[in-house]
């Protein structure tokens, strides 16, 4: 993993923080070539605490929950005002979107601060070790307590930064979700739920409700110039800062082909590209996207942007469906 210092050298705390705030809801597989381009572009704070928002959004394009990425920029620029990281956990807390598992990851791996940051992998080995069978979200304070009791060990303490990064290796590669390799592991004498049988029952959720939908409708509109029409959205809100394609609102109900195209943002020819669908945390969206031709955008509101360089821009994952979906029938 790029962020992890080698053997015998000393963590950068800003590595360790960049990959902790990326991995935040984010595969390892998936956040590995954003950190390397990230950082080959902001390669330490006080380059990223230089930047405009506005680049810092796009280099992080693509990742999602965008309310990281806008914490991220202003925790490196109160970090940079107060010349380096806090070295403890309540300073660590005290900055910009880092919470109690980002400020113990950070204080452990950075500054050899004893404590266990308890991310999906952690809760996992420990709800096995210790053969906590009630259901999550409940069962967090007992789980965590477990993972508590692990770190007090001499060694664990000794070496917190090892050992937080050991049991995030040992969820990941042994103690697995579906198919824990329970002959492999060091751990396996004194795990509770090994000497049950239930190891691969836990942790165990409790059922989740389902996601509400919602729906809207988005526009592409190309000149013959080769640029699109994007805009845009306000700074705090759901994915605040990024740019989209002009749209409706999204609201509860669908929108009818007449309902949407009355607030397109020009008079144009108007047709039905294609149907996006786009789950976030707490609802999923269906998005009706309509393209158009024109020869100039001229006043439209909003910002003309070359289409061959859309992959450079500050797009949400959601509307680079929607932009591909558009490319593909206006191509075709």
């Not at 969820?171 to 579906?178: D, E, L, M, S």
């Not at 994952?317 to 591909?324: F, L, P």
């Amino acid at each position: 993993m790029p962020w992890r210092a080698p053997p015998g050298a000393v963590p950068d705390p800003y590595r360790v923080w960049l990959s902790e705030a990326m991995l935040q809801q984010t595969t390892v597989a998936a956040v590995i070539p954003y950190y390397e381009r990230f950082v080959s572009r902001f390669p330490d704070l006080g380059a990223l605490a230089a930047a405009e928002e506005a680049a810092v959004m796009e280099a992080w394009a693509g990742l999602g929950y965008y309310a990281r990425a806008r914490n991220l920029h202003a925790c490196a620029r109160r970090v940079a005002a107060l010349g380096g990281f806090p070295r403890d956990l309540a300073g660590l807390r005290a900055l910009p979107g880092i919470g109690p598992y980002t400020a113990t990851a950070i204080a452990a791996i950075a500054f050899g601060v004893p404590g266990v940051p308890v991310d999906a992998n952690v809760v996992r080995v420990a709800a096995r070790i210790g053969a906590v069978t009630a259901p999550l979200p409940g069962a967090r304070a007992a789980i965590e307590a477990v993972a508590t009791r692990l770190g007090e060990d001499p060694a664990a303490r000794a070496r917190p930064g090892d050992f937080a990064q050991a049991l995030f290796d040992l969820g990941a590669t042994i103690c697995t979700q579906a198919a824990p390799t329970c002959v492999l592991c060091p751990w396996r004498e004194g795990c509770a739920a090994h000497r049950a049988g239930i190891a691969a029952d836990l942790p165990r959720k409790a059922p989740k409700p389902a996601r509400p939908s919602r729906f809207g409708a988005h526009f592409w509109l190309e000149d013959a110039a080769g640029q699109v029409l994007l805009r845009r959205r306000p700074a705090r809100g759901l994915l605040g800062g990024m740019l989209e394609l002009p749209g409706t609102a999204w609201r509860d109900a669908p929108w009818s082909a007449a309902e949407a195209l009355a607030l397109a943002p020009v008079a144009a020819s108007w047709r039905h590209a294609g149907t996006v669908r786009h789950g976030f945390t707490h609802f999923t969206l269906t998005i009706e996207v309509y393209a158009a031709r024109v020869a100039t955008i001229g006043e439209a509101a909003g910002m003309a942007r070359p289409v061959a360089g859309l992959g450079a821009e500050a797009l949400p994952s959601v509307m680079r469906k929607c932009a591909a979906v558009a490319v593909e029938e206006t191509a075709g």
